[in-house]
């Protein structure tokens, strides 16, 4: 029944630091939205026609900041590039390969305590 992920949902507190993280550093791009009724933005991967990311400004933050969900993964490209990125901001990471598939895991937290993971193909270097 299922055929995929449509979109994470995050509740933010500062537009501009979970921009900077979501649009600046991981480079997803502010798309269409249809006015909801309240404010918010729809983050799509550069390119993409479908928003993998929504944002919401207008909630509080709830009091677990992780709640039910651990994580959320994001298949990247360029580990070289992106590993540049978060050292020249001096953005907190964790590098680790995955156990069996070599698979490269950067791990990081955005500006509101989600924690945020980038997968790389194991061919790729830095």
Known sequence: ???GMNHFTITAEDRAATLDYYSGL???VEGP???LGFPGTWLYAPGGTQAILHVYWDRPMPASRTGVIDHL???ATDLKAVKARFD???????LRRQAGVGTWQLFSHDPNGAKVELDFDA???F
């Not at 020249?88 to 964790?94: E, F, I, K, L, N």
């Open 1 to 3: 029944m299922i055929a």
């Open 26 to 28: 991981l480079g997803l």
């Open 33 to 35: 939205r249809p006015d």
């Open 73 to 75: 993964a994001f298949t």
């Open 88 to 94: 020249a901001r001096g953005v907190p990471y964790d």
């Open 123 to 125: 061919a790729e270097t």
